[in-house]
């Protein structure tokens, strides 16, 4: 008997097609996907604020987280028109740390903040003298914020890509 292997070529053919085009199909699949934009997005929040008057020219302003997400805090930088410091319920703000790109997470937690600023938590931002005309921005970042090597005093960048403005706020 003599063997016919002319059938078993087109099929074989046809199969070798068909695992070439998945393969390719698959590979472009994971291409586009991976250049695709894949952060996170911004926090949905609402903010609540108060101006305080310590005496003399001193002023505070008192920012509360009032609902929405809870914002990871090493992800949020308060981005400033003059330089003002950041304090909490402990610790007043110090002029002299003040900067116009103050992380939320500086000074061994002296914001009052743990790990997420939650729905209730306020924070304070002053420096000496009177912070009108002062914009004050909450600019969250899809990655941790991190300082440049000018001894923690300014951040690489105020707003960098990919980061949203969550609460805008000009004194009067």
Do not use: C, H
């Not at 699949?29 to 003399?56: C, W």
């Not at 914001?111 to 969250?140: C, F, Q």
């Amino acid at each position: 008997m003599a063997n016919d292997d002319r059938a078993a070529t087109p099929v074989i053919g046809a199969i070798l097609m068909i695992a070439v085009v998945v393969v390719l199909a698959t590979t472009v699949t994971v291409y586009f996907y991976s250049i695709s934009n894949t952060t996170e997005p911004a926090p949905n929040a609402v903010f609540d604020k108060q101006l305080l008057d310590e005496g003399g020219d001193n002023e505070r302003l008192e920012v509360t987280l009032t609902s929405g997400s809870k914002i990871r805090a090493n992800q949020v930088l308060i981005v400033s028109t003059e330089p003002i410091d950041i304090g909490g319920p402990d610790t007043p703000p110090n002029s002299g740390f003040a900067t116009v790109g103050e992380k939320l997470t500086e000074g061994a937690d002296q914001s009052g903040v743990g790990n997420y600023w939650t729905a209730g938590e306020t924070i304070k931002l002053g420096r000496e003298g009177d912070l009108s005309g002062i914009t004050v921005r909450i600019v969250w970042n899809p990655t941790e914020i991190k300082k440049d090597d000018a001894g923690g005093q300014e951040p690489s960048e105020l707003i960098g890509e990919n980061a949203a403005v969550i609460w805008e706020y000009t004194i009067n």
